[in-house]
């Protein structure tokens, strides 16, 4: 074994493509989603070493043209979900006890392959797959997977680095295990970085996984996979498997060697998961670690000495990046009725200005909603919004799923401040606003914080101090992280570390060494070198 007290590359941040026209990274994309729109690709359960086709198969199709199909994929049974368990407790004695630098080689390959390589394939998926524009592609799934892969090897150092005190006679160690068992990752269908960091963060503490992602994130999956595997990712580490969540996820939990869930998605889907290991916990070898990343009803709240301009541009991009699909993203916002008649120009010009269509056209800022189950739901609350007297549209409010699931940019205005769609978690492309009177700044920030079942992001804008000061303490609880005059989305992996609390989840932080130290179970070691022989204490003499 080598000896030797290693050090990683420094962790930075990977700068982010301008894809400008005319540029190599533009043509690059440009070239990998054409190839990529017309091939279609199979996707293969990944268990072990094997690459398994059940014959049971789904399509996938893009959002934004939902009648073309870009591939299958295969669902697995119970019996694959009970082997790739197997094969994950299997993989796990020659994983665990592989030395750290070999494991994190591994992972910093699997950046440098997103970073170069793999960037435009994985861009282009993502584009497809999940419809975003190339600068969302470019912010997710190259720039933030590349960051959690960089920084999360450099965390894991800093946590086997940190020892507890020795003396002269005692040496004391603390070894950080892998948790004595098997991580379940259940990935979203809106990040591709969330979809690979889920599974490798914990394999990367040492750990071996059985991962499911997204019905709707498959596309970009294939690609995530085929990078670890040329990374060097052993068989058997991270088993892919694709079906029904709830027969794989009971499956999962009947397993005795359950020992930890990576979690991403809804909260009552969290909720009903975490109730079910409640109920199997006298089965269970150790208590499982339970980690996860829920919902938001995320907000912008606007003092009346705001700049107007900064406003608006961060409830329109807040609320529309991404078709407003991203667990930070604005959808309540609280204005004061000074500043109201600017910002809602602003926001009405800004949006009527906006491009709608196909990612494979650059020009296009707002692109399509996931699946036809998002877009029925958006529209009914659009509707419904055009009926209630409490509630008027600005702008947007139009919608059509005949090629893909588009749905405008809608703005809403209510008296109410209690209205649905200030409460309710739509993720889409709806914002809702209340004008409140100058004179209750406090008042409204106390409506902000108790409106809510959530506690994702947030953000203010203002500049009084003193005004910026008192929301900083009223909102200490109403978001995991908060921002002061800026939009609440664009966490940065090693600067804005990510996660919420309440509704939210449990706040374990990714894109930093918190959410490392769930994926471990320590041990201290204590040395003593010259060894007592006499029972006796000092006290018990004569």
Not at 22 to 28: I, M, V
Not at 210 to 216: H, R, T
Not at 217 to 234: D, L, N, R, W, Y
């Amino acid at each position: 074994m080598l000896k030797g007290f290693f050090h990683v590359p420094k962790a930075v941040n990977e700068p982010v493509k301008g894809y400008a026209p005319n540029s190599p990274e533009r043509a690059a994309v440009q070239a990998a989603y054409t190839k990529m729109w017309n091939t279609k690709i199979d996707v293969p359960l990944y268990i072990g070493s094997e690459e398994i086709r059940t014959g049971n198969t789904r399509n996938m199709s893009a959002p934004h043209d939902h009648k073309h199909i870009v591939g299958t994929y295969h669902l697995a049974e119970k019996a694959h979900v009970e082997k790739a368990i197997a094969n994950a407790l299997e993989a796990r004695t020659a994983w665990a006890n592989m030395a750290w630098e070999q494991r994190a080689a591994i992972f910093l390959k699997a950046a440098e392959l997103v970073a170069g390589p793999y960037r435009a394939r994985i861009n282009a998926a993502t584009m497809i797959a999940q419809s975003k524009n190339i600068h969302q592609a470019e912010i997710d799934a190259s720039c933030e997977l590349i960051d959690f892969l960089r920084f999360n090897v450099e965390f894991m150092t800093q946590i086997y680095a940190d020892q507890p005190t020795s003396t002269s006679d005692v040496w004391n160690r603390l070894e950080y295990r892998p948790l004595e068992g098997f991580v379940y990752a259940i990935t979203p269908f809106n990040f591709t970085a969330i979809a690979a960091n889920l599974p490798a963060s914990a394999a990367m503490m040492g750990n071996v996984v059985v991962w499911k992602p997204s019905d709707s994130q498959i596309f970009s999956t294939q690609i995530i996979v085929e990078i670890f595997k040329e990374a060097g990712v052993p068989d058997g580490v991270i088993n892919v498997v694709y079906g029904d969540p709830l027969m794989v996820t009971d499956t999962v939990l009947a397993s005795r060697d359950f020992a930890g869930m990576h979690f991403t998605g809804s909260t009552h889907v969290f909720k009903d998961i975490w109730a079910k290991i409640g109920t199997n916990i006298h089965h269970y070898k150790t208590y499982p670690r339970i980690v996860g990343e829920t919902g938001g009803k995320d907000f912008i709240v606007a003092h009346p000495s705001a700049n107007s301009k900064q406003v608006s541009t961060g409830i329109v991009r807040g609320a529309f990046e991404f078709q407003g699909q991203k667990c930070s993203a604005a959808s309540r916002a609280y204005i004061p009725q000074s500043l109201w008649p600017s910002v809602k120009e602003e926001i009405i010009t800004d949006v009527k200005s906006m491009k709608m269509g196909s990612p494979e056209d650059f020009g296009n800022f707002i692109t399509a909603v996931i699946h036809e189950g998002s877009f029925d739901k958006l529209a009914s609350y659009i509707d419904q919004a055009k009926k209630d007297a409490d509630a008027e549209i600005i702008v947007g409010g139009n919608y059509d799923k005949s090629v893909g699931y588009f749905i405008e940019p809608t703005v809403i205005v209510t008296t109410n401040p209690h209205y649905a769609t200030m409460e309710t978690e739509l993720f889409g492309p709806v914002m809702t606003i209340f004008v409140y009177e100058d004179a209750k700044w406090e008042e409204t920030l106390e409506l902000v914080d108790t409106t809510s079942e959530y506690a994702l992001t947030g953000a203010i804008f203002s500049e009084d101090r003193y005004a910026i000061e008192v929301a900083t303490v009223k909102l200490q609880n109403a978001a995991g992280n908060f921002y002061i005059n800026d939009k609440p989305t664009g966490a940065v992996v090693g600067q804005q570390p990510f996660g919420g609390a309440r509704a939210s989840g449990t706040n374990d932080k990714a894109g930093s060494p918190l959410n490392l130290l769930r994926w471990v179970s320590p041990r201290t070691i204590k040395e003593t070198f010259v060894t007592p022989v006499d029972y006796r204490y000092p006290f018990l003499g004569e």
